[in-house]
């Protein structure tokens, strides 16, 4: 357990991309500060500090807030998941992937935050319009590559995650038709 800020006193526990965690907070300390000093989860990234710029968005409960703006002691119980908890068993997300591919990132400080914004968005579906997209992202400022390359590289990790999860259906699907194979005979 580690301490976040001089006046220290309350402890809170609460889940980060999956894991259980308990951190002992000063009243005023915000989410961003629990994640970046207390946890050391230095991938959330902190701009303007005042809720204008998304750099610092993470996922509370699924939805996209600006952890600056967020009291840690809200978050109580809750689920946080940050950029860290995107890439799984090595290979990192498919957003991640066509970020790359799109040339979607310069200096990347608006990044993870876009990522998160562009997460939520695809666990709502996988077929987003261009205003599905630019609406997801709006909160999310960046100075450097321009938007075009950033919605592409969504659309294009929306596209190849529908594929990817028909693929996972009809091979479920076809193996639960060989498990009741000819089973009226
Ligand atoms: S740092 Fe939180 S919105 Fe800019
Ligand atoms: S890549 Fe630099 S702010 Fe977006």
Redesign the pocket.
Known sequence: MREVGPGARTTISFRVNGEAVEVEVAGDDRL?DVLREGLRLTGT?????????????VLLDGKPV????VPALQVEGREVETVEGLAKDGRVHPLQEAFIEHTAVQCGFCTP?MLMSALALLRETLDPTKEDIARAIS?N?CRCTGYHQIMSAIEDAARKMKAAEAKTSKASGASEASKGGGGEC
């Open positions: 961003i990234k902190e701009g303007c500090g005042i809720g204008e710029c998304g750099a610092c968005t600006n952890s600056c703006l935050g909160g400022l």
